[in-house]
């Protein structure tokens, strides 16, 4: 069974910082192009970061971009999102998705695989 299990989320002050972890079991994602997701309420879900199979490219919505930082670790079947600068707006909950192609995606539709989501709460 393909599991997706995001941790790392949690409740931060304005202007802190989070790292959100993105463990993958069932099968190894190597070669999937990998991405974080968030949805806040009442909104769609938008595109946060992407990144390739070897991490050899990375995409940044403009909201986050020169704030986030997305990784991958293949040997650990896992990918990470670093999180600074933190604002009130960044408030939602994350999800970390996998597709079945080397290359990311800034379209929810194109994943395959989904987490269950982990909640970031920033504080004003």
Do not use: H
Request: contains cysteine.
């Amino acid at each position: 069974q393909v599991r997706l299990v995001e941790s790392g989320g949690g409740l931060v002050q304005a202007g802190g910082s989070l790292r959100l972890s993105c463990a993958a079991s069932g099968r190894s994602f190597s070669n999937a192009g990998m991405g974080w997701f968030r949805q806040a309420p009442w909104k769609e879900r938008e595109f946060v970061a992407g990144i390739n199979w070897n991490g050899g490219t990375t995409y940044w919505a403009d909201s986050v971009k020169g704030r986030f930082t997305i990784s991958r670790d293949n040997a650990k079947n896992t990918v990470f999102l670093q999180m600074n600068s933190l604002k009130p707006e960044d408030t939602a909950v994350y999800y970390c998705a996998a597709r079945s192609f080397p290359s990311a995606s800034r379209r929810p539709g194109e994943y395959d695989y989904w987490g269950q989501g982990t909640q970031v709460t920033v504080s004003s």
